[in-house]
């Protein structure tokens, strides 16, 4: 046998034993290399058992960013925008990261993050960061605060939903949902890495994808709805665990929708979250 042969022996038994190990995680992500990750069971999709929900990918990808900038550019900066795109199913597979710098600055940086799934770039993001300064004294806001999660009822996803990722998270409801609007607090109950503790702004935003799926417009059993993108825009950091959504769903009539969403922590409003949503009919079988 070559060493090439060898080689290629060694890292398909590795990536073997990284499957086993993702396959009994309680984990979202496994890490099997420096910036590869395996998907557990708890990151399944929404609409298909055989993809990835965009959610816990997406803050594996805010956890990326965030790592690299610790190591290769200003990590006191603060992220102002987080725009994904999605480029294609996200298939189960392994998940590679990569960032780079698109636009250095003293003040303003541009940064891109992409995500090779499966041998496929499937996300590519692109997020602004700038220099933090001190605006304490006209900090303020006129968007509406949610009651806190603390003995609102419980609901469970599953009433609308499929999936491993959505059996993942808790849900608490501040009012009743109805087609097209919710407000609801969500947290993920999983770590997001194996053996390794996050950063507050990738593990608050573990379930923000959901706001697609709190408020239902029409059920997933006829319709289809599925976002193209998720941009993320906030005003300061998050803290704690529970993200609140004060979200409202809306379709045009030549299969175009929207998801938009203010985003919550418990001091308040910090930001907002956008989805565009391509809208059809799930075809009817003969």
């Given at each position: 046998?070559?060493?090439?042969?060898?080689?290629?022996?060694?890292?398909?038994?590795?990536?073997?034993?990284?499957?086993?190990?993702?396959?009994?995680?309680?984990?979202?992500?496994?890490?099997?290399?420096?910036?590869?990750?395996?998907?557990?069971?708890?990151?399944?999709?929404?609409?298909?058992?055989?993809?990835?929900?965009?959610?816990?990918?997406?803050?594996?990808?805010?956890?990326?960013?965030?790592?690299?900038?610790?190591?290769?550019?200003?990590?006191?900066k603060v992220l102002g925008r987080l725009s994904i795109d999605i480029l294609g199913q996200l298939r189960r597979g392994p998940i590679e990261l990569s960032t780079r710098?698109?636009?250095?600055?003293?003040?303003?940086?541009?940064?891109?993050?992409?995500?090779?799934?499966?041998?496929?770039?499937?996300?590519?993001?692109?997020?602004?960061?700038?220099?933090?300064?001190?605006?304490?004294?006209?900090?303020?806001?006129?968007?509406?605060?949610?009651?806190?999660?603390?003995?609102?009822?419980?609901?469970?996803?599953?009433?609308?939903?499929?999936?491993?990722?959505?059996?993942?998270?808790?849900?608490?409801?501040?009012?009743?949902?109805?087609?097209?609007?919710?407000?609801?607090?969500?947290?993920?109950?999983?770590?997001?890495?194996?053996?390794?503790?996050?950063?507050?702004?990738?593990?608050?935003?573990?379930?923000?994808?959901?706001?697609?799926?709190?408020?239902?417009?029409?059920?997933?059993?006829?319709?289809?709805?599925?976002?193209?993108?998720?941009?993320?825009?906030?005003?300061?950091?998050?803290?704690?665990?529970?993200?609140?959504?004060?979200?409202?769903?809306?379709?045009?009539?030549?299969?175009?929708?929207?998801?938009?969403?203010?985003?919550?922590?418990?001091?308040?409003?910090?930001?907002?979250?956008?989805?565009?949503?391509?809208?059809?009919?799930?075809?009817?079988?003969?």
């Amino acid at each position: 046998m070559t060493g090439q042969e060898q080689g290629q022996q060694g890292g398909a038994g590795l990536e073997a034993i990284g499957e086993d190990r993702a396959a009994g995680s309680e984990a979202y992500f496994v890490q099997v290399g420096p910036d590869t990750y395996l998907p557990s069971e708890h990151a399944g999709g929404a609409w298909s058992d055989d993809e990835l929900h965009i959610s816990p990918v997406g803050a594996l990808l805010v956890e990326h960013l965030e790592r690299w900038r610790a190591e290769h550019a200003d990590p006191d900066k603060v992220l102002g925008r987080l725009s994904i795109d999605i480029l294609g199913q996200l298939r189960r597979g392994p998940i590679e990261l990569s960032t780079r710098m698109l636009r250095p600055g003293r003040t303003i940086e541009l940064l891109e993050t992409t995500a090779v799934i499966a041998g496929r770039e499937t996300l590519r993001a692109r997020s602004w960061v700038m220099s933090a300064q001190q605006t304490a004294e006209v900090a303020g806001t006129e968007l509406p605060p949610l009651p806190g999660p603390e003995g609102l009822p419980e609901r469970s996803m599953a009433e609308d939903w499929t999936g491993g990722f959505i059996h993942s998270i808790s849900l608490r409801d501040a009012e009743p949902k109805r087609p097209g609007r919710g407000r609801s607090w969500l947290r993920a109950e999983h770590p997001l890495i194996e053996g390794e503790e996050a950063g507050e702004l990738a593990t608050f935003l573990i379930p923000v994808d959901a706001s697609n799926g709190i408020a239902v417009r029409e059920t997933p059993r006829e319709w289809m709805f599925p976002n193209l993108d998720l941009t993320i825009h906030l005003m300061r950091r998050p803290t704690g665990r529970w993200l609140g959504l004060d979200t409202t769903v809306s379709f045009g009539p030549t299969g175009q929708g929207l998801t938009s969403s203010v985003l919550h922590d418990q001091e308040g409003p910090l930001g907002s979250v956008q989805q565009t949503l391509t809208v059809r009919p799930i075809p009817r079988q003969a």
